[in-house]
């Protein structure tokens, strides 16, 4: 039986299970990344004291957003693979429990949730690094304005990739994609409060 490593690397070679597993990571990895910048200029306008404050509230939404990608994913996943399952049994008159499709099911929907549990760690905790040297190199200001310009920068890496592989400009793609950080970075500015 090969491992789960050699499994996951063959289902990776299947284009309908890598696009979705893609989407999975891309999508929540936009809303981390967008929540990371919201809670930088928001802890820093609320007078946060210190980076340390800052990395704690952005790990919390770590934890929040990737737990909840990865559940809302398995729980998805495996009530659409029971159905795909389910229409194969019917059409074949055949029992399909412990068979190399309902185990090919079983891995995809774990590589689905684990890539859309990725997307919103990386999200958030690629944003906060400036707070790890906040007080050495960085002033609480300076820290926000890195951590939203690196935020701005993943968002920009995920639209760039997403342009490239739909065979878009991957420039525009990543400029759309990195606005979007932007825009959040600014209505946290002028937000009352």
Same mark, same amino acid.
């Given at each position: 039986? @090969? ?55 952005? *790990?919390?939404?770590?934890?929040? *957003? ?60 690629? @944003? ?63 937000? @009352?409060?």
């Amino acid at each position: 039986m @090969p491992s789960l490593v050699s499994r996951l690397w063959t289902l990776l070679g299947r284009e309908e299970i890598r696009s979705i597993s893609r989407r999975y990571f891309i999508s929540n990895g936009f809303d981390g990344t967008l929540t990371s910048i919201g809670i930088v200029v928001g802890a820093v306008l609320s007078g946060v004291p210190d980076g340390a404050t800052v990395i704690q509230i952005g *790990l919390g939404a770590a934890v929040g *957003l990737g737990t909840s990608a990865v559940w809302s994913v398995w729980e998805i996943e495996r009530a659409e693979t029971k159905a795909d399952i389910l229409r194969m049994e019917r059409a074949m008159l055949v029992d399909l429990d412990d068979t190399q499709i309902q185990r090919q099911h079983r891995g995809a929907r774990l590589l689905h949730a684990v890539m859309s549990g990725l997307g919103p760690i990386i999200g958030i905790v690629v @944003p906060l690094a400036p707070f790890v040297v906040e007080g050495t190199v960085f002033t609480m200001a300076e820290a926000a304005v890195a951590a939203v310009a690196l935020g701005i920068c993943v968002l920009a890496s995920f639209g760039a990739y997403m342009g490239s592989i739909s065979g878009q400009r991957w420039y525009v793609a990543a400029i759309r994609m990195g606005l979007a950080g932007l825009v959040v970075a600014l209505v946290n500015l002028v937000l @009352p409060g």
